[in-house]
């Protein structure tokens, strides 16, 4: 079993950043790949992110592409999701996701759907608002 815990969120005016954090518990970040996903009222989840520190590849949506960046703290077994330029559209709940995967294999080449992935954290709101 993989715990995840979302923290970070909140409100921010337009061309703000926000970094939010998944802090995974029950497995290593090496042994687990972590995905980011948001999903807006009335609209399907969207891939934000794909993290893989065993292989270091790192994957991002279109939409945020150039905006958004991902890092992490092996010791606290935490990846971050650094949100930068922020715009009203980015206004959602977000979610980190997490799988457990074997050794040797590349992930997060690209975006991996939501369904990929078997455990999910509670989600965080943020909400990008003049």
């Known amino acids: 079993q993989v715990q995840l815990v979302e923290s970070g969120g909140g409100s921010v005016q337009p061309g703000g950043s926000l970094r939010l954090s998944c802090a995974a518990s029950?497995?290593?970040?090496?042994?687990?790949?972590i995905g980011w996903f948001r999903q807006a009222p009335g609209k399907q989840r969207e891939g934000v992110s794909c993290?893989?520190?065993?292989?270091?590849?790192?994957a991002f949506g279109e939409s945020v592409k150039g905006r958004f960046t991902i890092s992490r703290d092996n010791a606290k077994n935490t990846v971050y999701l650094q949100m930068d330029s922020l715009k009203p559209e980015d206004t959602a709940t977000y979610y980190c996701a997490a799988i457990i995967i074997g050794p040797g294999s590349h992930y997060c080449i690209v975006m991996h759907p939501p369904g990929w992935f078997d455990y999910w954290g509670q989600g965080t709101q943020v909400t990008v608002t003049s």
């Open positions: 993290f893989s520190n065993s292989v270091n590849t790192t």
């Open positions: 029950g497995y290593t970040l090496d042994e687990i790949v």
